[in-house]
T-cell receptor, first 109, second 114 residues
Framework: RKEVEQDPGPFNVPEGATVAFNCTYS??????FFWYRQDCRKEPKLLMS???SGNEDGRFTAQLNRASQYISLLIRDSKLSDSATYLC??????????FGPGTRLSVLP | ETGVTQTPRHLVMGMTNKKSLKCEQH?????MYWYKQSAKKPLELMFV???????ENNSVPSRFSPECPNSSHLFLHLHTLQPEDSALYLC?????????????FGSGTRLTVV
């Protein structure tokens, strides 16, 4: 089993749709969790950290379920500019961050 | 200048050339990383430096040679590359032992080997 797995995608959704991505991780000792966004041919950029209590930033909501070892990202009212690859990242003390393979989202007009 | 800066942004080199990629960070971080990303593929960790010491080398061919002269600078020396080495090379930095914050990436060097 890979350390971090994500929905394979791609997700093709119309503008205004709500879309959710899931990510699972294998290391139960993991302590920090993030969603990164990577535009085509660009570097990954931090979208948001994921906290145990869940957190929201505008149209984006991140949830963490430690018992089931998964993280989710919900995007409401999708915009064309949300089209990108979304990377799940997991951190554990004493180890490098582990990146998931990414889920590609295309928001269609 | 702030953040993580990589140069050059684009590089085309022949298989017999020698070139170097440069990364510089002004964030006060003490760990730096080289990643490779081939087209439509996940990130591949190549090298990790922590406190200027190489702590990880993920079975990278010897034609890639990293150098970390201080905590702010990281180089990747390239020689006798193959066409399959064409990819986006990303540098990242972080604070060693601090997992509350993720990595900060540079904008990458897009390398084409001809």
């Amino acid at each position: 089993r890979k350390e971090v797995e994500q929905d394979p995608g791609p997700f093709n959704v119309p503008e205004g749709a709500t879309v959710a991505f899931n990510c699972t991780y294998s290391n139960s000792a993991s302590q920090s969790f993030f969603w990164y966004r990577q535009d085509c041919r660009k570097e990954p950029k931090l979208l948001m950290s994921v906290y145990s209590s869940g957190n929201e930033d505008g149209r984006f909501t991140a949830q963490l379920n430690r018992a089931s070892q998964y993280i989710s990202l919900l995007i409401r009212d999708s915009k064309l500019s949300d089209s990108a690859t979304y990377l799940c990242v997991v951190g554990s003390y004493g180890q490098n961050f582990v990146f998931g393979p990414g889920t590609r989202l295309s928001v269609l007009p | 200048e702030t953040g993580v800066t990589q140069t050059p942004r684009h590089l085309v080199m022949g298989m017999t050339n020698k070139k170097s990629l440069k990364c510089e960070q002004h964030l006060g971080h003490n760990a730096m990383y080289w990643y490779k990303q081939s087209a439509k593929k996940p990130l591949e960790l190549m090298f990790v430096y922590s406190l200027e010491e190489r702590v990880e080398n993920n079975s990278v061919p010897s034609r890639f040679s990293p150098e970390c002269p201080n905590s702010s600078h990281l180089f990747l020396h390239l020689h006798t590359l193959q066409p399959e080495d064409s990819a986006l090379y990303l540098c990242a930095s972080s604070r060693t032992g601090d997992i509350a914050y993720g990595y900060t990436f540079g904008s990458g060097t897009r390398l084409t080997v001809v």
